[in-house]
């Protein structure tokens, strides 16, 4: 069964630092390129990373350049989205998905994403 799971959320002061990590089951993650997204109370979900499996480049919008970092970790199957100086409007709902014909552009624009997971909640805030 093909499945992705998130995991790693929860609530964190304004600076902190979290690790979400995204579990694939039922197909290779190396194989599919991933974003990982986000989805605010009232707002519509955007990109906020994606990583290409075609020669693993790396892409983020510009609000979290410099603070987030993607990655994966081939052997565990898992792709890692590792949030540090967290701001209040971090907070959202995150989500992982990938694509095995999965594009990375610029200005958090991933497309042909297949498979989603339920996502993870991430609160910041005092």
């Known amino acids: 069964q093909v499945q992705l799971v998130e995991s790693g959320g929860g609530l964190v002061p304004p600076g902190g630092s979290l690790r979400l990590s995204c579990a694939a089951s039922?197909?290779?993650?190396?194989?599919?390129?991933i974003g990982w997204f986000r989805q605010a109370p009232g707002k519509e979900r955007e990109g906020v990373s994606c990583i290409s499996s075609s020669d693993g480049s790396t892409y983020y919008t510009d609000s979290v350049k410099g603070r987030f970092t993607i990655s994966r970790d081939n052997a565990k199957n898992t792709v890692y989205l590792q949030m540090n100086s967290l701001k209040p409007e971090d907070t959202a709902v995150y989500y992982c998905?990938?694509?095995?014909?999965?594009?990375?552009?610029?200005?958090?624009?991933?497309?042909?994403?297949?498979?989603w997971g339920k996502g993870t909640l991430v609160t910041v805030s005092s």
């Open positions: 998905a990938a694509g095995a014909r999965g594009l990375c552009r610029r200005g958090g624009n991933y497309y042909g994403m297949e498979y």
């Open positions: 039922g197909f290779i993650l190396d194989y599919y390129t």
